[in-house]
């Protein structure tokens, strides 16, 4: 058991809470109490404390362009093809290096669980390996290594557009049916069906990537087993074309054809919607992953965040292709996206915004509990508010100053199922992460 004391801490709302202690009893939060003095034998826990934040969509490969992509223009689809080299180039031992730095980044970034939305399958001739989850295996290693939850969201990915075939890189992303793909998840959830830190979910590329036979069944499979289900959906506009182009349908309403709108499934981005679009998300109760630094770093577009919300959706955010790892950037880049299409400020709350980088996270995701409640899983994030982001910050103004000022940089500790895994900015297991990082890109890129 242990007391972890914070001087302001959210639990809700808009409003901080002062004097606010959390005892935790085999990772699960236990008791909260507020008011109170320190007790003797607490972690103080200094400037704001924040339930952990949830990264809900991550492809942690993508961290190899970081800094590479920059300079030569084009579009997503240019993009696209230098991710597809970085892919090539992978193998289970290269993935764990480099997610280890990864997750070690997100780590210090106060972020607690994060969703991986794994394609990276097999050999880059599309052959299996021996064990035929030596990539997810990694992932998972690389994620118990640094100490964070991980919810593995082993993707289906069946063909290359609506009448392309799988060929060259994402060659490695197919299992060849959606009969394979199912066999080959069966091993890894039975593998990780008694891990509290790494659960499976399941995940269809896209509607141009998985038919729509197939993608009742990948949902199925994970309504069957209580897992989390997710889908890119309208990230750009080509795909829409092709979509309507190939069936007459949108590709919301190839979702709907397939009877995957379900409170369960979560789609991604979800940037270019008609008004028939959203009324679907809306009624189903999705979750709604925005990536906001992605969809601008990418020309994407800006998404209908505040239309969705209203109409039912649940927000989450995510990293996505790891062009900055800092939910407190996309959690505004909620708000700040839809302040540039509807030109108008305070569209989201504060405190709707954090529920996105964390509770709606968690949500999504499917995770137990969120937020520092009883039940809740212990995990805790400490924001410092005597640096230069947050100098002046005032607890009066409640968590505005804390969603709108702090970035990644902030965060000072970082506990995980009642274990502190960063300390004063530190992690206490791993060091020298910036040299951690670069081998493992250099290993990938040259």
């Known amino acids: 058991m242990t007391a972890y004391h914070a001087a302001w801490a959210w639990l809700g709302g808009d409003d901080l809470v002062a004097e606010v202690t959390v005892v935790e009893r085999d990772g699960i939060i236990t008791e909260v109490t507020a008011g109170g003095p320190v007790p003797h034998d607490a972690v103080v ?17 993508h961290r190899a362009l970081r800094h590479r992509t920059h300079g030569f223009g084009g579009d997503f689809w240019r993009w696209r093809q230098a991710m597809l080299e970085v892919a090539a180039r992978l193998d289970p031992d290269t993935l764990a290096d480099l997610a280890t730095g990864v997750f070690t980044e997100m780590a210090l970034a106060g972020i607690t669980t994060v969703g991986e939305f794994h394609y990276l399958h097999h050999d880059p001739e599309g052959i299996a390996y021996g064990d035929p989850n030596a990539m997810g295996h990694a992932l998972a290693h690389a994620a118990h290594e640094v100490g964070i ?51 499976l979910g399941t995940a269809a590329h896209s509607v141009r990537a998985v038919p729509s036979g197939a993608m009742t069944l990948v949902a199925g499979y994970a309504a069957e087993h209580r897992m989390p289900f997710h889908v890119h959906l309208s990230e750009q506009t080509a795909e829409n074309d092709a979509a309507l182009s190939a069936t007459g349908l949108t590709p919301t309403g190839l979702l709907a054809e397939a009877g995957v709108l379900e409170p369960a499934t979560s789609v991604v981005h979800a940037t270019h919607l008609d008004a028939d679009d959203l009324d679907r998300l809306g009624a189903a109760a999705v979750g709604v992953v925005a990536c906001p630094t992605t969809e601008a770093d990418l020309g994407d577009g800006l998404g209908p965040f505040a239309e969705l919300a209203e109409a039912g959706a649940t927000l989450a955010v995510g990293s996505d292709q790891q062009v900055g790892i800092d939910l407190f950037a996309e959690a505004r880049g909620v708000e700040l996206h839809d302040r540039l299409r509807l030109r108008r400020r305070g569209i989201h709350s504060p405190a709707h915004l954090l529920e996105a980088a964390t509770s709606g996270g968690a949500r999504s995701l499917g995770t137990v509990g969120s937020g520092l409640t ?50 004063v900015g530190v992690h206490r297991e791993i060091d020298r992460v910036p040299e951690l990082i670069g081998r493992a890109v250099r290993a990938v890129v040259g």
């Open 374 to 423: 009883v039940g809740a899983p212990a995990d805790l994030v400490a924001i410092a508010t005597d640096g230069v982001a947050l100098g002046g910050w005032s607890p009066e103004h409640g968590i505005a100053g804390v969603v709108f000022g702090a970035s990644a940089s902030d965060v000072t500790d970082v506990v995980v199922a009642g274990r502190r895994i960063v300390s």
């Open 45 to 61: 826990l200094d400037g704001v404390v924040i339930p952990g934040l949830v990264n809900a969509h991550s492809h942690v490969f």
């Open 149 to 199: 939850r991980l919810v593995l969201l082993d993707t289906c990915y069946l063909r290359g557009g609506f009448d392309t075939p799988l060929e060259g890189p994402p060659r490695r992303f197919g299992d060849g049916d959606v009969e394979s793909w199912a066999s080959r998840v069966e091993l890894i959830r039975r593998f990780y069906r008694d891990n509290t830190m790494v659960r």
